[in-house]
């Protein structure tokens, strides 16, 4: 059952529906994919400034630099904008919330794929960045306008990630600090699995390079002189990929691979990057035993050197978040919305925000598909419904 409260919220929401379609549309077109700074400081303003009418104060932090092998990979980006917090704290509420979510997508900023388009019948919309997360964005903010609007008041704090999509390298120690600066729940607006379900256990992630030095050589001349790190790289990244053991929670990938520039001059240097995923503390054992095992012949060649960073710790359901996670989902039947329970590969702030401490769920937003592709997709009555959902999960969490 919803309180009269609660009523005036959801029926609020609810006349918002075509005004959530144009914000979208409005946020999708901005081309902030990844590494293109003005469009992630133009995406940032346009948060700040709903935030700041809702009484917030906007703090920035500046971010680490990734490290330089890391930079020069598959993760590359420009510097991201700092990380931003906007605080609209109550300091004698007994709960606080830490909203968080990010400004940046996987798509190309001067792609094709680069504004919502919404099907004839009005229900589906496609666009980069539609349901992770401009789509989870829009629902948190809208949630929070309509507490205020509605007179309930829950102290808040909003967390923006201008890297997430790249590892939240820049941001991370910033949103540690901030995830424990004594809140005491933790949102996270990501994407809903394509059911509605909410994500109560995420794995662990972690990221590598192998780099192999050679020998350079003439093909034709002096084949045999040469030392090919190309196929020391090749052996190496057999290896790393037999670590993958998915029935005990370790997978590997490995992708982008690069070695020299010619095809008649034996490679003197080659790398590879990749991905590790452990879904518990074992397999992360094995993954980083593994891969440093890999490091060889150094003052020798042909060498390899692995550089190994374990970023996104995993998530597990601890007691706490199960308990958010059913508040969740009592707010969501009192709506006549389901709200199950599922697991994924996949990692996101969530899981650095729950490693300082606190209890967090972090699929929220909206209802979608086809994430990271350029056929990501929306369910648009989802808008309203998530919004609704995150209103009154917060409205019970700053009454309880
Ligand atoms: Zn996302």
């Known amino acids: 059952m919803l309180s009269a409260t609660e009523q005036r919220l959801v029926d609020g929401i609810a006349r ?20 293109y700074s003005s469009a992630l400081e133009e995406m940032r303003g346009l948060l700040i400034g709903r935030l700041v009418k809702l009484g917030a104060t906007p703090h920035e932090v500046q971010g680490a630099v990734a490290p330089t092998w890391l930079r020069e990979g598959p993760t590359n980006a420009a510097e991201p904008p700092p990380f931003l917090v906007c605080r609209r704290l109550r300091p004698n509420a007994k709960t606080h919330i830490l909203l968080c979510g990010h400004v940046d997508t996987v798509h190309d900023p001067a792609g094709r794929f680069n504004r919502l388009v919404i099907s004839q019948d009005g229900t589906k919309a496609t666009g980069p960045g539609c349901a992770d997360m401009k789509g989870g964005l829009l629902v948190a903010i809208a949630a929070l306008e309509a507490l205020e609007s509605a007179g309930v008041p829950v ?15 820049h941001a991370d120690a910033a949103l540690r600090d901030e995830a424990a600066r004594g809140y ?5 607006f990501e994407p809903a699995l394509p059911d509605g379900s909410l994500v109560v256990e995420r794995p662990g992630s972690g ?23 190309v196929r020391a790289l090749a052996d190496a990244t057999i290896g790393a990929l037999s670590l993958a053991d998915p029935a005990r929670g370790l997978l590997v990938n490995i992708g982008p691979l690069e070695g020299n520039d ?20 074992a397999a992360q054992a094995t993954a980083k035993e593994g891969l440093l095992a890999l490091n060889a012949n150094h003052g020798q060649l042909p060498s390899t050197h692995v550089e190994l960073l374990f970023n996104r710790p995993s998530k597990p359901k601890t007691p706490a978040v199960e308990q958010l996670a059913m508040q969740a989902r009592s707010a969501a039947e009192s709506l006549g ?3 199950p329970f599922g697991v994924t590969g996949g990692v996101c702030d969530g ?21 990271h592709t350029l056929d990501e997709w929306i369910d648009l009555s989802s808008l309203v419904q998530r919004t609704q959902l995150a209103a009154v999960l917060m409205a019970r969490l700053a009454s309880a």
Not at 351 to 371: E, S, Y
Request: charged fraction near 20%.
């Open 16 to 35: 918002r529906h075509d005004e959530l379609v144009r914000d979208l549309a409005t946020w999708v077109a901005v081309p902030s994919g990844r590494g």
């Open 155 to 169: 102290s808040w704090s909003f967390a923006i990630v201008s890297d997430e999509e790249t590892g939240t390298f």
């Open 184 to 188: 005491t729940h933790g949102l996270v």
């Open 207 to 229: 990221q590598f390079m192998i780099e192999c030095r050679g020998r350079s050589a003439h093909v034709g001349r002096d084949f045999v002189k040469g030392i090919s790190a």
């Open 262 to 281: 010619a095809t008649n001059i034996v490679p003197d240097r080659a790398r590879a990057w990749g991905n590790v995923r452990c879904t518990n503390s």
């Open 337 to 339: 919305q389901q709200l």
């Open 351 to 371: 899981n650095n925000m729950q490693a300082a401490g606190l209890p967090v769920i972090d699929t929220l937003g909206v209802r979608g598909g086809g994430l």
